[in-house]
């Protein structure tokens, strides 16, 4: 087969995944060396839905001996199929770089033959990448569950950031999908790795450049919208993730149907799905929020027409805010507030009380924060009198906001 046939194959099969970002790593170019994760690292380049495209993203393989439903790899798809060599990876992520087409190389794959033969593979690369053409730029590498401890430490030596893609949030619904996977089996590498990295970090040395491990962390990805599953559980299994193994990020990326099956949807997952669960996550991850504070066995899913800190926010409404004495952790509950506004007043009114115009002053907006705050006393939001009325101002101040943007 032809390399560019090839290259069209096994790019058009990696689509799919999603967990691709910049590094974060602290690898720097050195002498007679290639590229640099370090400083900026990766040049980004975004498609229309807003998935990053400024790596290199192919699979080694679209070969797989698992017969995952939600997958176009599946063993049982009838598609075409290709494989790379391990030169043909090198060669490509090198000439691409020198053409400034990459900053870097994201690889997964199919699982050919087994998981610690698939790892090898992937290694060989990552290895002759490294250490024979003296390429420092950015490099993500998918880890193949099943696959010995040994071969997923080798790994971590010679890649910024590893992904172990869990796919689906709950043992139910893998056995149900994706039967021949288990949460365990993922989750094992997802511990191995976050322990290697916490005793590195305990670690009193400095590490050579080439005893670097995931200088960028792990990061995984579910799927949303596949099967019988809830927003509740997408966020809880990722609080989960959070909480056991430091992962860096964790992905989502909406069902897209690929093949039939009655346990499957028939049509794609809307992105603002997609949207609001990326939302519930910077809330947790950024904001103080906890999964369970977001959503309950009562109320599973979020409401796709507002966004969830503002669903919370009408749905726990008791009293305004008082801006100059409410707590850090309080302040960045109220919609409209982020990190940095919250703690520009928090750093403003040690000197003076703020008043509702020092907001301005500060380029802080209360367009979303004003029926929820405070200011010396004072409210100057929309009067109301249940949470349900509070609910409906709202919605129809962002109706009449999209309906001005669409004009």
Same mark, same amino acid.
């Given at each position: ?6 290259? @069209? ?29 370090? +400083? $900026? ?88 990448? @490294? ?12 880890? +193949? ?15 910024? !950031?590893? $992904?172990?893609?869990?796919?689906? /949030? ?44 995931? /200088? ?6 579910? +799927? ?37 099956? $009655? ?13 609001? +669960? ?6 947790? !991850? ?5 999964? @369970? ?14 966004? /969830? ?66 200011? $010396? ?9 249940? !949470? ?20």
């Amino acid at each position: 087969m032809e390399l560019s046939e090839k290259i @069209r194959i096994l790019s058009d099969a990696a689509k799919y995944d999603v967990s691709c970002s910049s590094s974060g790593s602290n690898r720097k170019n050195k002498k007679n060396g290639m590229g640099n994760a370090s +400083i $900026s690292g990766i040049c980004h380049s975004w498609s229309e839905d807003g998935r990053c495209i400024s790596l290199l993203k192919v699979l080694f393989t679209n070969h797989c001996i698992y017969n995952c439903n939600y997958c176009i790899n599946a063993k049982s798809v009838d598609s075409k199929r290709a494989s790379f060599t391990v030169d043909e990876v090198v060669d490509l992520t090198i000439n691409f770089y020198k053409r400034n087409y990459i900053e870097g190389l994201f690889l997964s794959s199919g699982i050919f033959k087994s998981c610690d033969y698939t790892m090898e593979k992937l290694i060989e690369v990552a290895k002759k990448l @490294r250490t024979e053409k003296n390429f420092n730029g950015y490099i993500h590498m998918k880890a +193949i569950p099943g696959a010995s401890e040994d071969l997923i430490k080798e790994l971590g030596r010679y890649v910024d !950031r590893m $992904s172990i893609n869990i796919e689906l /949030p709950t043992e139910e619904s893998l056995a149900l999908l994706a039967p021949e996977k288990s949460i365990d089996e993922i989750t094992k590498p997802m511990d191995l790795v976050s322990k290697t990295l916490f005793m590195n970090s305990l670690e009193k040395k400095s590490y050579s450049r080439k005893n670097l491990f995931l /200088p960028a962390g792990q990061t995984t990805q579910m +799927i949303v919208g596949a099967g019988n599953i809830h927003d509740i559980d997408v966020i809880t299994r990722s609080q989960m993730l959070y909480d056991d193994y430091s992962l860096k990020r964790v992905y989502y990326s909406s069902y897209v149907p690929v093949r039939e099956n $009655s346990n499957l949807p028939n049509i794609s997952t809307p992105l603002i799905r997609e949207h609001r +669960i990326y939302q519930a996550d910077f809330l947790m !991850r950024f904001y103080g929020f906890n999964s @369970r504070d977001l959503l309950s066995h009562e109320k599973k899913d979020f409401d796709l027409n507002l966004d /969830p800190k503002m669903d919370w926010a009408i749905d726990n409404f008791t009293n305004p805010v008082e801006i100059n004495k409410a707590s850090l952790d309080e302040l960045l509950k109220v919609p409209g507030f982020g990190p940095k506004a919250a703690r520009k007043i928090v750093k403003a009114r040690r000197a003076f009380p703020l008043k509702f115009e020092d907001l301005k002053k500060l380029r802080i907006s209360t367009k979303r924060a004003v029926n929820f705050i405070t200011v $010396s006393g004072k409210y100057y939001g929309r009067k109301f009198d249940t !949470r349900d009325t509070l609910r409906s101002i709202i919605l129809d101040r962002e109706s009449s906001e999209q309906l001005s943007f669409l004009e």
